[in-house]
């Protein structure tokens, strides 16, 4: 062969902000404008032009070919992740539009590539919400039109989207080659089927010899094999049949890898192309995951290429070993890729290191029904990804949609099978994830070889009914619908005993069930972003655009931090954010282990690698293990786990508290009897309770978790904390085995009086129990619902001097707004010149945090970031923000996640949720806190309430 090309185009890259979007008319596919930067290559336009958000960019490339290839090859150039939608010249050329969603393009420039300079133009479009060229961002409808939104709109709405991603190469090859080959082993005989597809260009029939040659995990020869061809003008497919003698599986412990390599000699060129294969199976069996015929319990995270925004958005092989390592070190199995496919060296380095994929596709997750597009573009996604990475072993699973509500998308869905098997008949293939569609007449996968829908987890079952509009049944998704075979759990928190047992008995009485997605997110550390850019690029670089928000909560924490006197409980923001890491392990750990706990689910998935606001054990940046989480990880998602329970984890003293302990096992334990203890104990006070029985693990299938004890025991002791610890006498070590809970002495009446004013009777009760007279004249007013004019006569009595505590912050908004709607409302009724704000907070997957100062209101609890297993319930949600800083502030809110639903603008939020302003000679105390309804039902509740009473009031 003679002067192949093969070179990569990495140097010399220019960007530019097209920002008139003149771009092509005033020629810049042909040379380029004066304006044009160096840029940063492979990336974002936002990496050259931080100050780019969305629009149109430019790439341009000027490289130098010394020789052109001879007639007998073509030239290409290969665009990997030109992100969303690229068009591309070559010397002024065009050479087409692409949308490309994580596909590779392939440019044909034979006869327009130069001998000497050539000039390579790409313009991205990254689309805005008043729309370019047709592409919009977050609309479904324009003038009633329906338009094309294959982009991902969430993906859009969160990554400095347009880009190239990955390296951009112009290559040669010859006009009979071999350009697609495809590898069906069967992982129980080791019989190999081969097949290629062959190209020929010259415009008559070609001769060749083709060859197959097979190699084994050691590097031998397994197979070797030759046909002499004619290979006609339109091509042809050829196929190889043989059998691999003692062939050796592929599985995560033992990954074997084969490579077939076909060879293509023609009279003029020898073409070898290569692929990785593996002999395995996986598939769906009795509701279970099985691996080459052995049940498995998946331990999968949403990941993505796309890294988070104070990162470099291109690809580097580092990464995707230290994600590796750092994952499969903390238990998980499988890497899915949510909404997207991996970079081809990420596969690569699974298929060596034994780690599943699930891939999905840029069209998956948010096209609209409306887009007149539907079916070609899915289709050129779908067969896109599975041509691409269909031999690979590592790529067990392939998902056709995620949380896809039903209409015409979801509707052509079902019918893709066909066209999928005829791609990729042998793998696994996941229809909606979360299956949002709620229609029990679909199955949530297709088997190999399966040309149907198969109904193989929870309620599936064919002429099954829809259950509803999940737009109407939001509250009750997934494990509220305990038929639901797929489920994404992201429980309100802190996490309700109901909602508890509702996780763990999820799809009792049906088949099995997977948790495809969930999680509880913590608290978004914003500084350690803009640190890790100022890394980066320097202290005084200004931010991307798409930091811009970072950039603006990150400096507004930082100040808030002190002005909120939060320096009194942690040495720095950056300590808060640390402990708030150790609050979210706690929370971790319930989720963990309700899902571990449950024998019906067949897989979790705890949540996002790559994000802002904490969602997982690795950072946003992907380069730190975040504190106190590594270790909770590790333990849970061990495949043997005490999974122990305590209800309530806050008690009084004197109280009966649950004590359960279920073990999860995944078919590690050997059948026989296991003697277990479990003893409570406290390095104050010693053991205060011990427990002894037998787990008997029976012959046979075993389920996923074994329930070993559930007891009810009075607790007189003194105040503190307690653990539970359970352990194996003999037998088997499993992970965890010690659960922490809390006993607090009840509360001693005070002597005091207070005008009780808008309480219900159980509160009102509580209080004369606890020794407080309800006295009208009493200087002490405890507030529950009041109207405005009831309001204005307390606040004169503060005036007077009377401390008026509220316990229901809704009374400052006006009765005809939903102040529950998580949105800002102005507390119209507040009797202060600047009214700021009250926020309902949404305490869900991206939620606050609360943290409490030393005062008199909160003496006896614990100062510093409220934990839920001390407060539970009692963890305020009304926020008061914008307001003057009050003279009294024992309890603080704040949230600075990445993406948030409860908070306005740039998603953020600090205020109080305890505090007292001087009003005349008296006090108005404003306060968040659950107390009204906690009242001798939560400890913590209680002591607040003695504390505000007594702090008023001595």
Not at 329 to 356: H, Q, S, V
Not at 819 to 838: I, Q, S
Request: hydrophobic share 40%; proline share 6%.
């Amino acid at each position: 062969m003679r002067n192949m090309l093969n070179l990569e185009l990495e140097h010399g890259w220019m960007a530019a902000w097209d920002r008139e979007i003149c771009g092509k008319e005033t020629g810049w596919m042909n040379a380029i404008p004066e304006e044009a930067k160096s840029a940063v290559f492979p990336g974002y336009i936002a990496d050259t032009i931080p100050e780019f958000s969305r629009g149109v960019g430019w790439f341009w490339n000027r490289f130098t070919v010394d020789a052109l290839p001879d007639d007998t090859q073509e030239t290409c150039i290969k665009v990997g992740y030109a992100e969303p939608i690229a068009e591309y010249w070559l010397n002024g050329v065009y050479l087409g539009k692409y949308e490309s969603v994580s596909l590779h393009d392939v440019l044909e420039v034979t006869g327009i590539l130069r001998e000497g300079e050539n000039l390579f133009a790409v313009r991205i479009i990254s689309p805005t919400q008043e729309g370019i060229e047709g592409y919009y961002l977050n609309r479904e409808v324009v003038e009633n039109k329906p338009i094309n939104n294959i982009v991902n709109r969430r993906v859009l709405a969160c990554t400095p989207f347009g880009g190239i991603l990955y390296p951009v190469r112009l290559a040669s090859r010859p006009r009979v080659r071999c350009e697609e080959i495809v590898t069906e082993p069967n992982w129980e005989t080791g019989e190999l089927r081969v097949s290629a597809k062959l190209v020929n260009h010259t415009g008559k029939p070609a001769e060749a010899t083709v060859s197959l040659n097979v190699t084994d995990p050691s590097g031998g020869s397994a197979v070797f094999a030759e046909k002499q061809v004619t290979v006609p003008a339109d091509g042809q497919k050829i196929v190889f049949e043989s059998a691999v003698q003692s062939h050796k599986l592929w599985s995560p412990e033992d990954p074997n890898l084969y490579r077939a390599q076909i060879s293509v000699r023609s009279e003029t060129n020898l073409h070898q192309q290569a692929v990785d294969f593996g002999f395995r199976d996986f598939r769906v069996v009795d509701g279970y995951f099985h691996l080459n015929g052995k049940r498995m319990f998946l331990k999968s995270c949403n990941y993505s290429n796309i890294y988070g925004v104070d990162v470099d958005g291109h690809w580097n092989v580092k990464d995707g070993y230290r994600d590796i390592t750092y994952l499969k070190a903390l238990g998980y199995n499988m890497f899915r890729f949510l909404t997207n496919n991996p970079y081809p060296e990420f596969i690569d380095m699974c298929n060596k290191a034994g780690a599943l994929i699930l891939e999905e596709h840029g069209a998956s997750w948010g096209m609209s029904d409306e887009n007149p597009n539907i079916a070609p573009q899915m289709e050129k996604h779908i067969r896109g990804v599975l041509r691409r990475d269909r031999n690979h072993p590592a790529v067990v699973g392939f998902g056709v949609m995620n949380e896809m509500l039903p209409g015409a998308v979801v509707d052509y869905a079902k019918t893709v099978l066909p066209y999928i098997r005829e791609e990729d008949p042998n793998r696994l293939v996941f229809f909606n994830s979360g299956k949002f569609d709620l229609d029990m007449g679909m199955g949530s996968v297709s088997n190999p070889g399966s040309m149907e829908w198969n109904h193989v987890f929870g309620g599936e079952h064919p002429g099954g009914e829809v259950l509803g509009d999940i737009r109407e049944l939001y509250e009750r998704i997934g494990v509220n619908l305990p038929e639901v075979g797929d489920v994404h759990i992201y429980p309100d928190i802190p996490v309700k005993w109901e909602d508890v047992m509702r996780i763990r008995n999820h799809g009792k009485g049906y088949k099995p069930s997977m948790v495809s997605e969930g999680n509880i997110g913590s608290f978004g550390n914003q500084i350690a972003m803009v640190r890790r850019q100022e890394q980066k690029w320097g202290i005084d670089a200004p931010p991307m655009a798409v930091m811009a928000a970072v950039y603006r909560r990150a400096a507004r924490f930082e100040e808030d931090f002190y002005r909120f006197g939060l320096d009194e409980v942690y040495a720095g923001p950056h300590d808060l954010s640390h402990w708030a890491c150790h609050a979210n392990a706690v929370q971790k750990r319930l989720y963990n282990t309700m899902i571990r706990s449950n024998p019906q689910f067949a897989s979790m998935n705890p949540g996002l690698v790559d994000g802002g606001a904490g969602q997982n054990v690795v950072d946003n940046s992907r380069t730190h293990v975040r504190p106190f989480l590594a270790d909770v990880y590790m333990e849970t998602m061990s495949p043997l786990l005490w999974c122990l329970f305590v209800n309530p984890t806050n008690i009084h003293a004197g109280d009966e508290v649950m004590f359960e302990a279920v073990l999860a096992s995944e078919n590690n334990l050997r059948p026989g009897k296991y003697p277990v203890t479990a003893r409570v104990v406290s390095p104050e006070v010693g053991c205060i309770w011990e427990h002894h029985t037998v787990l008997e693990v029976p012959e046979g299938d075993q389920p996923f978790s074994y329930p070993v004890f559930k007891e009810f025991v009075k607790l007189d002791v003194p105040e503190g904390t307690y653990d539970l610890t359970v352990w194996m006498e003999k037998g088997a070590m499993p992970a965890g085995g010690r659960l922490s809970f809390h006993v607090m002495a009840k509360e001693t009446p005070v002597c005091a009086k207070a005008a009780m004013i808008g309480l219900d009777a159980d509160a009102e009760a509580w209080l004369r129990n606890m020794g407080v007279e309800n006295d009208p004249a009493a200087k002490l007013l405890l507030v529950g619902k009041a109207d405005r004019d009831t309001l204005e006569t307390l606040y004169r009595r503060a005036e007077e001097g009377a401390d008026a505590v509220f316990l229901d912050a809704s009374v400052f908004v006006d009765p005809a707004e939903d102040v529950y709607d998580n949105r800002r409302h102005v507390p119209a009724y507040l009797p202060f010149e600047t009214k700021g704000w009250l926020t309902y907070s949404e305490m869900w997957y991206y939620h606050p945090i609360q943290v409490l100062r030393r005062h008199p209101f909160t003496k006896g609890l614990p100062k510093g970031i409220l934990h839920d297993d001390y407060w539970g319930g009692v963890t305020p949600q009304f926020v008061f923000d914008g307001q003057e800083i009050p003279e009294e502030l024992p309890g603080v809110t704040l949230a600075v996640p990445y993406l948030t639903s409860y908070a306005e603008g740039d998603g953020y939020l600090m205020g109080t949720c305890l505090c007292a302003y001087r009003h005349g000679k008296g006090r108005l105390i404003l306060n968040g806190f659950k107390l009204l309804e906690n009242l001798g039902k939560h400890p913590a509740a209680d002591r607040m309430m003695r504390n505000l009473i007594t702090g008023c009031t001595e």
